[in-house]
């Protein structure tokens, strides 16, 4: 089993024809992925790596027979995102990967809205997308095909991480030590993101696969206290493994900045890595200080009495 997507998925690519598209484009053909049209205004009649291009969604949707795409991946620039993925959600799409970054908060606001209205799920923006092991993959995550099937192998362990590259440091490190992934999001890097830590995990509860969660954080919003809620209010039988970087960022000089994403700004003492440490430890998940502790980590929580009754 995985988490949202499947063999069987099917999907677009919105600005197909710019140079990052026409890469992902081609890794994720590469891999498996079911990849039915782009769409790229005024580009009607191309194509791109063999997958035709369209002016509009409903063109796509046209040409397939009426039948909608289950997702889309959208790259088109910042000013035109919002709209782009209105038109993919209007139209019937429900699975919405945002690779795009720097995109104006009220307009990330505005897309997730209109996705909880209609029952759509966004993933991102500024993320890589994300990717069942052997399967299929939507985004630019793991780069070129025979990268990504090396560092992700079919295993029991999900991943989430604010880091698209992080995603796969992990991955491979999970892979390396013959645990492997199940499902792996980069669920994004911006203070607004579709989908966080908490709005995903009863996916991976759901999922047979799935026995352990490993995330990568950062300091900086409030995702880390929602999930720790989430596993005790819901008391997941899954056990869950953190890494936090950037501990240097609870310097006091190092307030209000930002490193790497736009969503790692420290705006006060609840928002550092510390605190965020504390609560996540609080809530049974453990915190480890490097990337290659994350094995023996959750071998540590699988063997725990709780998980072997």
């Known amino acids: 089993m995985s988490i949202l997507i499947d063999e069987d998925t099917t999907f677009i690519v919105q600005g197909i024809t710019g140079r990052e598209a026409v890469n992902l484009t081609r890794e994720c053909l590469d891999y498996g992925s079911k990849i039915v049209g782009g769409v790229t205004p005024g580009r009607k009649g191309r194509e ?4 035709p291009v369209f002016d509009t969604v409903e063109q796509v949707v046209e040409h ?8 889309s991946v959208v790259t ?12 993919a959600i209007e139209n ?12 104006p908060r009220r307009d990330v606001a505005q897309m997730v809205e209109l996705a909880g209205m209609r029952g759509a799920r966004i993933i991102g923006p500024n993320c890589l997308g994300l990717v069942v092991p052997g399967v299929a993959k939507m985004g630019g995550i793991g780069g070129p095909a025979r990268n990504t099937a090396q560092a992700y192998q079919t295993g029991s362990v999900g991943v989430m991480s604010r880091s698209g590259g992080m995603t796969t440091e992990i991955s491979s490190t999970l892979t390396a030590a013959g645990l492997g992934v199940s499902t792996a999001i980069s669920i994004g890097g911006d203070a607004i993101i579709g989908s966080t830590y908490a709005e995903l995990m009863p996916l991976y509860e759901a999922d047979e696969q799935t026995e352990a969660i490993v995330i990568y954080t950062e300091p900086g919003g409030r995702m880390e206290a929602q ?12 056990p869950i493994v953190a890494f936090m970087a950037g501990r240097f ?8 900045m930002s490193f790497g994403h736009a969503g790692t700004i420290v ?28 094995p023996d980590a959750v071998k540590q929580q699988l063997s725990s009495p709780r998980n072997e009754s």
């Open 267 to 294: 705006e006060g003492k609840e928002d550092t890595a510390t605190e965020k440490i504390a609560r996540l430890e609080s809530a049974g998940i453990p915190v480890v200080e490097r990337i290659d502790a994350i």
């Open 249 to 256: 960022m609870d310097d006091e000089e190092m307030k209000g």
């Open 64 to 71: 397939n027979g009426g039948r909608v795409p289950d997702g």
């Open 76 to 87: 088109v620039p910042p000013a035109f995102t919002k709209d782009a993925v209105l038109e």
């Open 48 to 51: 791109v790596h063999g997958v």
């Open 227 to 238: 999930l720790a809620e989430w596993r005790i209010e819901n008391d997941s039988r899954l």
């Open 92 to 103: 019937g799409i429900k699975l919405v990967v945002i690779v795009t970054e720097r995109i």
